[in-house]
Structures are given as C-alpha cells and as structure tokens.
C-alpha cells in the first residue's frame, strides 16, 4: 500500500504583504508553510501604509497602470499579469472588505484602514494551515539550512523552498532594514544599491525660512522639473515646506528622477509654479498693473494672492533686484527655482529603490546561485510611485514567487 507523502515544507521570510501572499500561495498549493519574521507581529508596514488611507491599487486601465514601474516595466507585468488591480480588489472583497474608488482614480479598502484586512488575512492563512513564527531573524544558511535567530537561541531549519520577502530598507523600526543585502551578496546574489524613492529632499533653506514656515502646506502649486530623458515636466499638486527642505505627495510622485540626477550632477533644481492657474501673461498684466502707494508685496497679495509662505519663497529664492524687476518677478512667479541638494535618508522614505537584479533571477523569482530560494516583494530591484502601485507589485510578486516556488518543487522533488 502507497502511504502518502507529507507534506513539503516551505520557508516564508518575512510576513509583510509579498511574503503573506506567497504563502497563501503556497499552501493553497498544498504544501506546509512557516512564516518566520524577525518582529514580534507581521505586517507591520502594511499597518503603517494603512494609517494615513490605505492605497491598495488603481483603477486606471492596465495599460497605463504597467507604465508607472518605469524601466521595470517588463518584469513587473509578469507579476501583474498573474494578479492584476482588478483581482486585488477581488482578492481583498473575498477577505470581506469593501473597497471604493476615490476621485484621483487610487482604490482603497472603505474603512481606509489596513488592520481589518491583515486580521481577516491573517485568521484566514491560520486557517489553511499557515503556521508563524514571530522573533525569528533569518541569518543566512548553514550547510543547506536555514540559520534563524529566537528568542531561545540559534536554530537551524530544514526547507525544500524557501520564499524571501525582507522588504526594502525604509522605516527600519518596522522590520524592513536591509540587513539581508549582505547575507544575499555573499551568495553571488547581484544587488542594487538600496535607495530612497518617494522621498523628500534637502534644500539649504534661510533661517528666517525655516523658523517662519517650516510645516507650512503648499496647496495651490506645481514643479516643472526634468525628467530621466532631461525633457522638461510639470504636475500640479500638494506638498509641503519643511525644516530640512520639501516632502509631500507632489515632491513623492516626482522624486526618482530628482534623487537620480541628485546622484550624478550633485544636486537637482526644481521650478514652483507659485500660480498655476494662471498663465505667464496673466500674471505680468498683474505685476505690472500700477499700484499707486501700495507696496509691492501687499500688490502681490492684493492681485494675485501671494502671501505667507508663497510670498516668503519669492524672497527665500530671488535677488532684491530680480524681485524689484516687474519681469523677473512675473517669470518667478510662474518658475521660482530651487535647488535640491540630497534626498531625505532611506529611513525616512516611503519605500526604497534598488534591491534584488531581475539579472539574478530564473524561474521567474528564484535565485539563480541559490537554488530553492524565491524572492518577493520590495526587496527585488523595482521601483513605482505612490498610488497603489508599491503594495500591487508586492502582493504580484509574492503570488507569482509562491507559485514559481510550487512549479519547481514539482519538478525537482514530484510528489508520490
Ligand atoms: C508610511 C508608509 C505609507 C505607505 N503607504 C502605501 C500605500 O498607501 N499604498 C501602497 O501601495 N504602498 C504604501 N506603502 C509601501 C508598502 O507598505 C510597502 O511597499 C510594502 O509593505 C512592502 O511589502 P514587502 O512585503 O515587500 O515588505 P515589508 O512590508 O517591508 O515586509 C518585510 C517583512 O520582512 C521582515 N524581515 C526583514 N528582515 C528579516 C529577517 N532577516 N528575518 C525575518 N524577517 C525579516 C520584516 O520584519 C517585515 O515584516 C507605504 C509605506 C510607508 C512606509
């Protein structure tokens, strides 16, 4: 008589969003999976992302949605076309959660809450078998095994696939802190550098500046900014003045092409339109419009509403004799440059750039010097913006890792 076999094992490191849906993945396949995070509880920057509105995907069409991972475009579509923005919204309203699509077209669960969704997620990867193992660091491997630190001591683990999901290197006190990107060199893995993206900027700003303004909101601007082909943009939006320099949506959903130009020209400049709404001609007819006795900052606010940290900027960013020049200071109105120096550490970004080289990978997600182990999630080399995009690529991934994890088992050890 045939016994069956039990069960294969597989490791999943890592339970953000790429590494729980490549253990879902897994198990639905039939296969015993060990969630093992280095936290004392998963998902912790899934929680963080779901404080400020969670963002889970897009609802613009598929096409248009693979062109925000830029020159990843190619590999990131293998992960999308296995899970794509509809079939996240499928996926999440089969956990029980409603989502709806706001204005800007960006979907997000109806509480605006992430922590409904990983408690519905997590009761139901428990329920299909899903074991965790919270406090539990991966090190690297030790004749085959894996080497994982506990509270009560080093173990050593036995897997036949292992799933890697560590995160990229952002937010460090959540868990994602980048410390696998030596343990994985020391294996032939090729890694890129790990970097900010979706990241604020310094900008050497005055004393005066900062002490009057730093926290204030720009709600009313655009930048004009050069992109990676040096072709001239611009995007109207919202972003803020800080401190140490600019952070906020806007300056996130333009900051790799700044952070990447930072990096070989040594600082980037950016162009505020301070009037958007309006356009250069209008805006010289207003500067240029006699004001009789009135000073010429109470004409700026009179005409064109320019006051506060609008009006502070034009000071911060021009001479006395290009702000006294009716022309200089239409043309600065509309284009005030700055001058970005260095982007805000990785810690302080929203995700990171860099990570694992599609160049390192075969079978799909699988380590081509590491056999049996799969990667997922924000620690492989790709980057998108803020949108939805970053947890549908993470939650692609990690499904697209479970299942390239189930074909090779299959092929390497066939069940009986
Ligand atoms: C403030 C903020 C807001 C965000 N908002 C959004 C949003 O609205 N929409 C969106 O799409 N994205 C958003 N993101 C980004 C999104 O949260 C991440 O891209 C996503 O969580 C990455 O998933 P991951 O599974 O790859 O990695 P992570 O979520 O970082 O998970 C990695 C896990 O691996 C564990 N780990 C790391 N090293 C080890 C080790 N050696 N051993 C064991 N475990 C280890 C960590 O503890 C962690 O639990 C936001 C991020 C931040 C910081």
Not at 386 to 406: E, H
Request: glycine share 10%; proline share 6%.
């Amino acid at each position: 008589m045939n016994h069956p076999s039990p069960p294969q094992r597989v490791a999943v490191i890592g339970g953000g969003p790429a590494g729980l849906m490549a253990a879902e993945t897994l198990a639905a396949g039939g296969v015993q999976v060990d969630v093992y995070d280095a936290m004392p509880s998963v998902g912790r920057k899934f929680l963080l992302a779901g404080k400020g509105g969670m963002n889970i995907t897009h609802s613009e069409p598929l096409p248009n949605f693979r062109v925000r991972y830029r020159a990843r475009e190619t590999d990131v579509s293998r992960w999308l076309d296995g899970f794509d923005p509809q079939a996240v919204r499928d996926w999440i309203h089969g956990l029980g959660i409603e989502t709806f699509v706001g204005t800007s077209g960006r979907v997000f669960p109806l509480e605006m809450k992430a922590a409904p969704l990983l408690r519905a997620w997590l009761h139901r990867l428990r329920e299909s078998g899903v074991r965790f193992h919270q406090r539990h660091r991966w090190l690297g491997w030790q004749d085959g095994r894996l080497r994982i630190d506990t509270p009560e001591g080093e173990i050593l683990v036995d897997a036949e696939a292992t799933v890697l999901a560590l995160g990229g290197a952002s937010w460090a006190r959540l868990g994602s802190d980048g410390a696998w990107v030596p343990l994985l060199q020391a294996h032939g893995v090729e890694v890129a550098p790990l970097v900010p993206s979706n990241c604020g900027f310094d900008v050497d700003w005055s004393a005066h500046l900062v002490e009057k303004h730093a926290g204030a909101p720009l709600t009313t601007v655009a930048i004009r900014w050069r992109d990676h082909d040096d072709v001239l943009q611009r995007r109207q939006g919202q972003f803020v003045i800080t401190a140490s320099g600019v952070e906020g949506s806007l300056v996130y959903a333009i900051s790799a092409p700044l952070r990447d130009r930072i990096a070989q020209e040594g600082s980037a400049p950016i162009w505020l339109d301070l009037l958007p709404d309006l356009d250069a001609h209008r805006v010289l007819e207003e500067v240029t419009r006699p004001r009789g006795s009135r000073s010429l900052s109470s004409h700026l606010q009179g005409r064109l509403g320019i006051k506060g940290v609008k009006a502070a900027l034009l000071h911060e960013c021009l001479s006395k004799d290009d702000y006294n020049d009716p022309e200089e200071l239409a043309r600065a109105l509309k284009a005030l440059p700055v001058i970005l120096k260095r982007p805000r550490p990785i810690d302080e970004a929203i995700s990171s750039a860099g990570g694992v080289r599609f160049e390192s990978l075969e079978h799909g997600s699988m380590l081509r010097t590491v056999p049996g182990v799969f990667v997922a999630g924000e620690m492989v080399d790709w980057e998108a913006p803020t949108g939805g995009y970053l947890l549908t690529a993470c939650f692609g991934s990690g499904r697209a890792a479970g299942r390239d994890a189930l074909a090779w088992l299959e092929k390497t050890t066939p069940r009986t």
